[in-house]
Structure formats: C-alpha cells, structure tokens
C-alpha cells in the first residue's frame, strides 16, 4: 500500500498518467466531497474539481464521477459539465436515463421494498428512504449524529429485510436493495472496454468502490480514500488528498501530452 508522498512518483502512476488512452473516474461522496447528514448540503472539493477539468481538456482522455446517487441528485451537488462523464446509481444510469430498462419483476420488487423500508423509517425518526430509479436506500446518517449506536442497531434491522434474492449493498449509514446487478465494477469494466483505454485511475472510499477496484488490471491504478480493508493498491487519508492527486495526475498528464 503506497502512501500519498510516494504515489505521485510511483511507476504505475507515472505509466498510466503517460499512457496513449487514459480513463479516470473517480467517486463522489467521500472522495470528491465530505459527508453530510443532508445529502444535497456537501460541497466538492473545488481543488478536485479544476482538476477534473483540467484532465477532461487533454486529448486521449476520459473523464468521469462514478455515484451510487441517481443522477438527477448528482448533478445538483457536482458542477461539472460534459465531457465529463456523470454516472449515477452504481453504472445504471448516465446523463442522458437509463442504460437499463427495469421489468415489471423488478419495479414490483422496488415497490414492494420501498414500502417495506418506508415502514420501518417511519418508527424511527432521524432515518429516511431514498428512492433512485433503481435502488431503495435506507439512511440513518441523521439519527448517527445524535445516537450512533441506534442508528447501527436500526440500520442491522433493515439489513434484514428479505431482498427477495436482489442484490443488497451495505455502505456507511445505509443500506441500498437493487433492482440490478449492475456494479461499478461492471460499468467501469464496460467503459474500459468501449474506449480502449490504455490506463484507468480510479478513486472512492466505500464498500461499493471496492467492486471497481476489484476489476482493474496490472496497468490501472486504484486508489482507497480513508481507513478499512481495501483491495485497492493505493490510499490516501481524505478529500484534500484526493484533490492533491487528481492535480498531480493532471500537471503529469498536461506535460506528457504536450512534449516535443
């Protein structure tokens, strides 16, 4: 695991920064911006930002924000603008809706378990569900400032709540059902593949990261924003470290591109 002082030199990042085709995605929450108990209250890193920016103007790259959020929610809390790439709900849809259809089973499921979580949030004040296109979320970030052990004796409750065979993703204070198998690691795999990329650099901070991280290759470079088990080569400790790497990659990048 290489720390934030070595990795703006280490050889995978210098190779991928130098590479003919360069993906970089990175997550939102946690790793562009910090938490908030109000969802649409946090702000991104303005460091990280120009950055991306920046990267998105170099030729042979591809930039884009990979978010469990749906994208009409992305969008409200992360300013930037085509080309850069912004994908919500784990891969499953971009800006322009859906890249997949729900079937009947599936919006049943979404009904139905919505119903279910909307039950129990309404026992419990300082939780709440979130509907996405294609998830149920169930929150307890408000009631974890006030009571965190509630809040994870709660959130254990809703963990249990039969997902009927869909797939069920813990994260930090919440639970999200899914209507699809859909993964990170499957877009970003996809996304790979459709650009011919090179190279992908990769940054986030929660359990679901870990399935992009899990599929990038020898040439890609993973990185673990904060602390907990990771299969990521890569960690930095927070958001303004995330800004740091994004702007040496960018600098790097900008050069290599430009040489004679």
């Known amino acids: 695991m290489n720390t934030p002082h070595s990795l703006a030199t280490h050889p995978a990042f210098v190779a ?6 360069l993906l970089v995605v990175s997550d939102f929450d946690g790793t562009l911006a910090g938490f908030d108990p109000a969802p649409y209250a946090v702000q991104a890193h303005p460091g ?7 990267l998105s103007g170099l030729s042979n790259t591809t930039v884009g924000v990979l978010s469990g959020r749906h994208v009409a929610g992305l969008e409200k809390v992360c300013p930037l603008e085509p080309p850069i790439l912004l994908v919500g709900s784990h ?30 949030a309404t026992q419990h004040p300082g939780t709440y569900v ?11 970030a408000p009631l974890a400032v006030e009571d965190p052990a ?9 963990r249990q709540v039969d997902a009927r065979g869909f797939p069920v993703t813990p994260g930090k204070n919440l639970v999200e059902f899914s209507a699809l198998e859909i993964t990170k ?3 970003l795999q996809r996304e790979k593949q459709r650009l011919q990329a090179d190279a992908v650099v990769f940054i986030g901070d929660d359990t679901t990261d ?4 899990a599929v990038l290759g020898p040439g890609d470079v993973s990185i673990k924003v904060g602390a907990g088990a990771t299969c990521a080569g890569h960690r930095v400790a927070d958001i303004d470290e995330v800004a740091n790497v ?3 990659l960018a600098t790097r990048r900008g050069r290599y591109l430009t040489r004679d």
């Open 16 to 21: 991928a920064a130098e590479s003919p085709r």
């Open 48 to 54: 990280s930002l120009q950055a991306l920016r920046e």
């Open 91 to 120: 891969g499953a849809e971009d800006r322009d809706g859906a890249t997949i259809p729900l079937t009947a089973k599936q919006q049943n499921f979404l009904d139905d378990i919505g119903a279910e979580l909307e039950a129990l």
């Open 130 to 140: 979130e509907n996405k296109p294609f998830q149920r979320v169930f929150h307890v």
């Open 150 to 158: 509630a809040a994870q004796e709660i959130l254990a409750r809703a």
């Open 185 to 187: 690691g499957t877009w």
């Open 210 to 213: 870990e399935n992009a991280f």
């Open 246 to 248: 994004l702007q040496d």
